[in-house]
């Protein structure tokens, strides 16, 4: 069985999307949203194919799915490409507008009142607390978005897209890299649970805020959680969201749309959501902590000819890149060549070989492990 609603949120002439909803069931609920950085493509081809797929699939809890969730970023064309990162109108990036709203310091701006929160549910069952916590989300973003006194225009989408998930259990954020492999940010605590993405590259990161969805998303229940702890009793961290990144920018593949819908529909058959497992085989996945996740700087300016492509392995001191150095164009000096410092695996090189000193041009995994 399954049912879709789409409907259309108003809440600016600049923010209008549809929503889709998949089961009534009891089970967890799933929100997937997908381009929040309007360049980012892959994720509104791969909303595409799990709406498709799940029609045909059992689901027990609801899943809800918003494709192109940041309408104003995809259109935003600046020349041929599609600049989509920032905000024209205030330079915010938009994966970086969001509301740790049950930090206590959120408080005298509306935010969620966690200590009154706790003190009123001290004894319920975890259930219960946690029916009631997401009823408490979702009212402190209607609040904060109907403020006598305006919402900017970033807040408006931020607390809507919040709000959106404001119910749910597990999310997805899919973006992609610039040009990149397929890897995804997790949570420390749902290292276990990830591998059943069967991603090739993985990031360990830590419970803190940085002003991200997925953060925002979870933040919630940790400060809920350690209010708890303060207050003398033991809550589990019952709630997953990651940060999915599905390859390139610019471009959408629908074949591998196929394969990253299965990897979801995989995970979400892990967790009970739907009756799905896969028969497919995927490469082994492998991962590393946030501090072993380097970044490369283009040293100096140039033209970048890019060696290595993402998700290669990479040994101690490979050429990674040459840079034509515009300045000494048609000298013996002409050309500088970028060293890995470390093994590891290339997870992302920039998407443009016109690189000014201190662009980021190489993004690499050290230490990696197995997930
Ligand atoms: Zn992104």
Not at 27 to 48: K, R
Not at 259 to 278: C, H, M, P, Q
Request: glycine share 8%.
């Amino acid at each position: 069985m399954y049912k879709i609603n789409v409907f259309q949120e108003s809440s600016s002439d600049s923010l209008s999307f549809n929503v889709f909803e998949f089961g009534t069931g009891n089970g967890p609920t799933v929100y997937i949203q997908s381009s929040l950085h309007g360049a980012e493509l892959q994720g509104t081809a791969v909303i595409h194919e799990l709406i498709k797929r799940l029609k045909s699939i059992s689901v027990y809890g609801q899943i809800r799915l918003v494709p192109a969730c940041n309408p104003r970023s995809i259109n935003e064309l600046c020349g041929p490409f599609t600049q989509g990162r920032f905000s024209p109108v205030t330079g915010d990036n938009w994966n970086r507008i969001f509301w740790d709203l049950a930090n206590p310091s959120s408080l005298q701006n509306g935010g969620l009142d966690l200590k009154s929160f706790v003190a009123n549910h001290f004894h319920d069952s975890f259930e219960s607390i946690r029916f009631e916590f997401k009823k408490q989300i979702g009212l402190t973003l209607r609040n904060r978005l109907s403020s006598a006194y305006g919402t900017s225009e970033s807040k408006i989408l931020a607390f809507t897209l919040q709000g959106l998930a404001a119910d749910a259990d597990y999310v997805l954020d899919l973006h992609t890299g610039s040009c990149a492999t397929r890897y995804l940010y997790v949570p420390i605590h749902c290292r276990e649970s990830a591998r059943a993405f069967f991603m090739p590259c993985n990031l360990l990161v830590p419970l803190e805020f940085g002003n991200a969805f997925d953060e925002a998303t979870f933040m919630p229940w940790v400060h809920l959680q350690a209010q708890f702890r303060e207050a003398g009793r033991e809550v589990p961290l019952q709630f997953e969201s990651y940060t999915v990144e599905l390859g390139s920018e610019e471009i959408i593949d629908l074949d591998e749309a196929c394969f990253d819908a299965e990897r979801i529909l995989n995970w979400l058959g892990s967790k009970g959501v739907i009756s799905y497992k896969t028969s497919k085989t995927f490469p082994v996945s492998m991962a590393c902590h946030l501090k072993d996740y380097k970044s490369y700087y283009a040293p100096v300016g140039g033209l970048l000819d890019f060696c290595v492509k993402p998700g290669d392995v990479l040994k101690e001191g490979q050429v990674m890149g040459n840079i034509l150095r515009i300045d000494q164009i048609g000298t013996d000096s002409a050309i500088l060549p970028i060293l890995a410092e470390e093994a590891g695996i290339l997870v992302s090189h920039a998407s443009s070989s016109n690189c000014h000193k201190g662009s980021e041009i190489f993004l690499v995994m050290e230490n990696p492990e197995p997930l």
